[in-house]
């Protein structure tokens, strides 16, 4: 299995290595474009034809060198490509934001202490902040195209990374833990120690709700400034809530060992689980947030040499995970209480939810023991 994840990688350029990768970067671009109008009259998408007919006024006219000529080729044929796939037509990409991609050994390189970069005047080396980076250059990891980003007057380069990661068997399973996503609690765990955790989620509550009141006004303007500001305002939230769900499953993995089975509900068929929307009938607007937190836990999961599971969520908030008794009463709605009516076993009933759901990861692995 492929793993894959884009490290953000801040260097150190002086101020005169700076003018210089902005000098590169516009002239990228500016190749880009011509070769993207010499394909849009010509159709021509042969990589080896476009060099013999453009090579050297891409060298003279923008200071490209050879490797990096060669890379303006494949990124104009590659978008151009990506267009066709898509839309069947022959549309003309327009490089508007300078960008600068980078070739991996060909354009840049990266040891433990120096990044090396192509520019117009040859090879330059940055120092870079390597913290946090150590684990990548232990030879297991595959550097891919590199883009140079500018943000706030710092400078990074944005790497694909990949790795092959073995899939986690079940056999390889030590520890399980139950996780209950919802509202007022972001996420509850259960774990094989009997250790609960909770991730709060009350702040996030109320910037919500903040959000959609701002939503909902703008909504009612119906102007282009109204329609920009929803964009922007919705970009903005999303940024937001997909950040808390980094934190989040970035805790939920680092707290628990390699070889984790978290155990989640399948929300897909929410909708249909009555008892659920009653409580999460803010659905429409938490699905996303729950899908997107599932989907970075068993990202940060598989690093860890750990796995997720859904599971049906069936009487997960009402089953008493003591006596195993099962009543709708048993949960108490407003409070967020849980009262077992035959053991009297009582806790939060997000608890209880991480509880059965642990209980559901127990079962999961006695029938794939059975069965194989
Ligand atoms: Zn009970």
């Known amino acids: 299995m492929n793993l894959t994840l884009t490290a953000k990688v801040r260097i150190l350029p002086n101020e005169e290595q700076q003018s210089l990768l902005l000098k590169t970067r516009k002239a990228y671009m500016d190749a880009c474009n011509e070769v993207s109008d010499y394909i849009s009259s010509t159709h021509i998408l042969n990589v080896a034809m476009l060099n013999q007919a453009l090579y050297c ?52 390189s990266l040891k433990a202490e120096v990044f090396s970069v192509n520019t117009l005047e040859g090879r330059v080396k940055f120092p870079f902040f390597s913290q946090g980076m150590e684990s990548y250059f232990d030879g297991s990891w595959k550097f891919g195209t590199a883009k140079l980003v500018t943000k706030h007057g710092k400078w990074f380069f944005h790497i694909p990374m990949t790795k092959d990661i073995p899939e986690v068997s079940d056999a390889g399973i030590s520890n399980i833990v139950g996780v209950d996503l919802g509202i007022n609690f972001l996420a509850v765990s259960y774990d094989s120690q009997g250790k609960t955790k909770f991730f709060h989620g009350r702040h996030i509550k109320q910037k919500r709700a903040q959000y959609k009141k701002t939503r909902k006004s703008l909504q009612k303007k119906r102007t282009p400034s109204a329609r920009r500001r929803l964009k922007k305002i919705g970009q903005r939230e999303h940024r937001w809530m997909s950040d808390v769900n980094h934190q989040v499953s970035k805790a939920l993995t680092a707290q628990n060992p390699s070889g984790s089975l ?72 407003k409070t967020h209480i849980f009262t077992c009516r035959k053991c009297g076993y009582q806790s939060n009933d997000d608890r209880i939810g991480a509880m059965n759901l642990y209980r559901k990861g127990i079962e999961y692995l006695w029938s794939t023991v059975a069965a194989g």
């Open 57 to 108: 006024s891409l060298r003279e006219k923008y200071g490209l060198r050879s490797q990096m000529a060669q890379s303006v080729l494949r990124t104009v044929v590659a978008r151009y490509k990506a267009i066709l796939e898509n839309q069947h037509e022959w549309i003309r990409p327009e490089f508007k934001h300078a960008e600068l991609d980078l070739v991996w050994n060909r354009d840049y």
């Open 262 to 333: 978290f155990v989640l509900e399948d929300l897909t068929g929410i909708r249909q689980a009555t008892e659920k929307v009653a409580l999460k009938h803010r659905y429409e607007t938490v699905s996303w947030s729950f899908y997107d937190l599932q989907e970075k836990l068993r990202y940060k999961a598989r690093r860890n040499h750990s796995a997720v599971i859904l599971v049906d969520p069936k009487y997960t908030s009402q089953r008493c995970p003591k006596c195993g008794h099962i009543h709708k009463l048993n949960r108490n709605k």
